[in-house]
């Protein structure tokens, strides 16, 4: 069974960046896509990005470009997710996934995101 | 990409049968039959209960069915019961490679 471990709850400044790391196990790392999710409290799911952890292609929501980095270390069997510039709005709980073919299967445990001044 | 759009609530009474609504584009859900569901139980993540538009992973009741026409994807839930009461949104796959979700849609169980 595939179980995916992330980082702990952070809380940032705004205008700073968060690091957020998912380390998988239980089996092979690599060829799968890792996507981010994020959901704000009392809110939808909003789709973030997703890895490609064979080859480290990536695609990041439009509503996004050019604050989040998705990266992998696949020594590591780890997938981060760094999101710049910090607003208020960026509090959520943010997930990280693994598809098989187009769809969710495995989710994270979530992690609590907090942006206060 | 704009998100894709679910009624905000659907209620009905045990044994009763729903259907969400999933309404997006010809640049999705039109396109492709990558058309996922998601169950979400408050304080959880969130459970695959749909995919590829018909598809239901083992263990998931068959009181679950999925269904698209067109630009839209429909999901039906059949003999409602009470654990069924949870938040459900759907996922696609976009022509731009990226995804999307839906703005969600709480059932309640009278």
């Known amino acids: 069974q595939v179980r995916l471990v992330q980082s702990g709850t952070e809380v940032k400044k705004p205008g700073s960046s968060v690091k957020v790391s998912c380390k998988a196990s239980g089996d092979i790392f690599a060829p799968y896509t890792m996507h981010w999710v994020r959901q704000a409290p009392g809110q939808s799911l909003e789709w973030m990005g997703w890895i490609n952890t064979d080859n480290g292609n990536t695609r990041y929501s439009q509503n996004l470009q050019g604050r989040v980095t998705i990266t992998r270390d696949s020594s590591a069997s780890t997938v981060y997710l760094q999101l710049g510039s910090l607003r208020f709005e960026d509090t959520a709980v943010y997930f990280c996934v693994r598809a098989s073919m187009k769809h969710i299967v495995f989710w994270g445990q979530g992690t609590l995101v907090t942006v206060s001044s | 990409q704009s998100v894709l759009t679910q009624p905000a609530s659907v209620s009905a009474s045990p044994g009763q049968s729903i259907t969400i609504s999933c309404t997006g584009s010809?640049?999705?859900?039109?396109?492709?039959?990558?058309v996922s569901w998601y169950q979400q139980h408050a304080g959880a993540a969130p459970k695959l209960i749909i995919y590829e538009v018909t598809r239901r992973p083992s263990g998931v009741s068959n009181r679950f069915s999925g269904s698209k026409s067109g630009n839209t994807a429909s999901l039906f839930v059949s003999g409602l019961q009470a654990e069924d009461e949870a938040d459900y949104y759907c996922?696609?796959?976009?022509?731009?490679?990226?995804?999307?979700f839906g703005t969600g849609t709480k059932v309640t169980v009278l």
């Open positions: 010809s640049s999705d859900i039109g396109d492709y039959d990558y």
């Open positions: 996922f696609s796959y976009t022509s731009t490679s990226a995804y999307v």
